[in-house]
């Protein structure tokens, strides 16, 4: 019965490594993406507005970046939150913050990719997401309204900004994401990925965090990161942290 009770991490680890190669990129951790507003090198930001605060230690976004993307139509990318009428301030307020995540974080290393966007040459994919962020997104968005399912692409941007596109209705989000979870991996094509980790566990994401409380998502990076770096496949790892949690319950 010993080796039921072996940590299916460490079982996992073991077999992987042994036909895995660990991933060629080392710098997994406090890394910036190479992407259209994003610094260099992540650093201190003292005066990072609003919702972006919780990065003022170490930051991969500038001042003047975390002012722009709190505003309703911002000229970082000219994107329009209220296409389908006012967006509720309670669902706006997580679409800032996961703009904040993605300009400001310099946790995010373990999920970056290369693409061949025209503005953008990295963006994360897979990034999993704490569980009550997702659901919180979704709750207090659920009876905003939107045209699209997936806001990576197919808007009509003739005016500049973000229209929806010829023949697209206006319903609730609800109606076009029945789910959290079809919120969260459906609406920047699976940059997240819902973790069914808690908030506080070391194993997930959260989107926002009290600063004075430090950075959770640190130990969130470096414990991702050090299982790429050593071989195990994203596949195998998502497997065996869904066993730990069959076995913990």
């Keep these: 019965m010993a080796w039921k009770l072996m940590p299916p991490l460490l079982l996992l680890a073991w077999f992987s490594a ?15 993406m190479d992407a259209k ?24 976004c500038s001042v003047s970046t975390s002012q722009e993307l709190h505003k309703d139509t911002s000229l970082l990318y000219n994107f329009n939150w209220d296409h389908c009428g006012k967006m509720k301030p309670a ?29 953008r040459r990295e963006r994360f994919r897979n990034v999993p997401l704490c569980k009550e962020d997702c659901e919180s997104w979704w709750e207090d968005c659920r ?26 209705i206006c319903r609730t989000f609800e ?10 991996e459906g609406l920047w094509s699976h940059s997240y ?8 566990s070391g194993r997930c994401i959260q989107m926002w965090f009290e600063p004075a409380q430090g950075n959770p998502n640190e130990e969130v990076a470096r414990f991702y990161a050090l299982a790429m770096l050593h071989g195990i496949g994203p596949l195998l790892l998502s497997l065996a942290l869904m066993l730990q949690l069959w076995l913990l319950d």
């Design 91 to 119: 669902c706006k307020r997580h679409f800032i913050q996961d703009t904040c995540l993605y300009e400001c974080s310099p946790n995010l290393g373990p999920w970056i990719q290369q693409v061949n966007d025209s503005w």
């Design 193 to 200: 990925q819902v973790s069914q980790y808690s908030r506080g």
């Design 143 to 168: 009876t905003s309204y939107t045209c699209k399912s997936d806001w990576h692409k197919g808007w009509n941007w003739t005016s500049g900004s973000n229209k929806c596109p010829a023949q697209a």
């Design 37 to 60: 507003h994003h610094k260099t090198k992540p650093g201190p930001e003292d005066k990072l507005h609003g919702q972006c605060t919780p990065w003022r230690k170490n930051a991969c």
């Design 175 to 184: 109606s076009y994401f029945p789910t959290p979870a079809a919120l969260c």
């Design 18 to 32: 042994s036909v895995c190669s660990a991933r060629d990129r080392t710098d997994l951790l406090n890394v910036c």
